[in-house]
């Protein structure tokens, strides 16, 4: 397939998935808590691929969709916050049977239905400002625009993943006992995986899976220490207008004690000679495309 079409069938998927999942937020959000978190991967993805394919899309109208598809991932950003702890602390509150955990969840509930009118606005305002349109035009104008003869697919997306591997590995300050380190390793890892899941079509399934599956377990361990940083900080966010600012408080308080623990245990799973090992497979991923392309 040549590269311009296959470009255009990736970016209509993943930008069709934004699509998809608009309306639903926007209504029937009660229906699905995962209605939320999914428009928001769906924009992340979408935006990986805008900046993956820069070379054959018009830079004006790639930027003008970035920017409303940054701005609507950011103004869901509370709501998925607050449906993720709802969960979170709803199971423990069970478990617990704790009249204290049962009072937050309240809250949180409360404050997460009195967010759905600013989710409702966000998804509205994407819709106004023409966003089927904007990806219409988009679509219309994919072309190989470099200074040199347009590449197959297969090389495309080998330089693409070769390019994000070294980008991780240079960027991601995985060697950090810094949670905001990690927490930006984290960001550093879900754009490799974005490359990865473009690049997946051309890459042979015995040659990937040994790197995919180490990759996922780096996310995981990253996911860990991200998730309790992002509790605690939510819990003290929280605390300040709220007639449950102690619990929260305390909530925050376990959870940087958890964050400690993670950070402890992310070094001890993924030493210097793991990572290497890693990256290594990785670059032979990358080497393998190539090898498809020649």
């Not at 069709?16 to 209605?35: C, G, I």
């Not at 969709?65 to 991932?73: I, N, P, Q």
């Not at 993943?161 to 960027?171: E, G, P, T, Y």
């Not at 599956?213 to 300040?240: N, Y």
């Amino acid at each position: 397939m040549p590269l311009a079409n296959a470009v255009t069938t990736i970016l209509s998927q993943r930008l069709d998935a934004v699509l998809y999942y608009l309306p639903r937020v926007a209504r029937r959000a009660d229906e699905n808590v995962e209605f939320v978190h999914q428009l928001r991967v769906a924009a992340r993805r979408s935006t990986a691929a805008l900046d993956a394919f820069r070379p054959l899309l018009s830079r004006k109208r790639s930027q003008i969709l970035r920017k409303e598809l940054r701005g609507l991932r950011k103004s869901l950003g509370e709501a998925r916050d607050l449906d993720v702890m709802v969960l979170r602390l709803g199971d423990e509150a069970e478990r617990q049977e704790s009249k204290k955990l049962r009072r937050v969840v309240r809250m949180l509930e409360a404050r997460r239905q009195s967010e759905q009118s600013n989710v409702v606005s966000a998804c509205a305002s994407a819709e106004d400002a023409g966003l089927v349109r904007a990806i219409e035009k988009l679509l219309t104008k994919v072309r190989w625009l470099g200074s040199t003869d347009e590449p197959s697919l297969q090389a495309f997306n080998a330089t693409l993943l070769r390019d994000a591997v070294r980008q991780f590995f240079s960027q991601a300050d995985t060697s950090s006992h810094d949670p905001a380190e990690l927490h930006a390793a984290r960001i550093e890892a879900k754009r490799l995986r974005y490359t990865l899941e473009l690049v997946e079509p051309v890459l042979t399934k015995s040659a990937g899976k040994k790197p995919r599956k180490l990759f996922a377990e780096l996310q995981d361990s990253l996911g860990q220490v991200s998730d309790h940083s992002a509790a605690a900080e939510l819990f003290d966010c929280w605390a300040d207008d709220s007639s449950a600012g102690a619990t929260l408080r305390e909530l925050a308080t376990a959870e940087r004690q958890q964050l400690s623990q993670a950070v402890t245990e992310f070094h001890s799973i993924w030493p210097k000679s793991r990572l290497e090992t890693l990256r290594q497979l990785l670059e032979r991923l990358a080497e393998s495309g190539e090898s498809i392309s020649e």
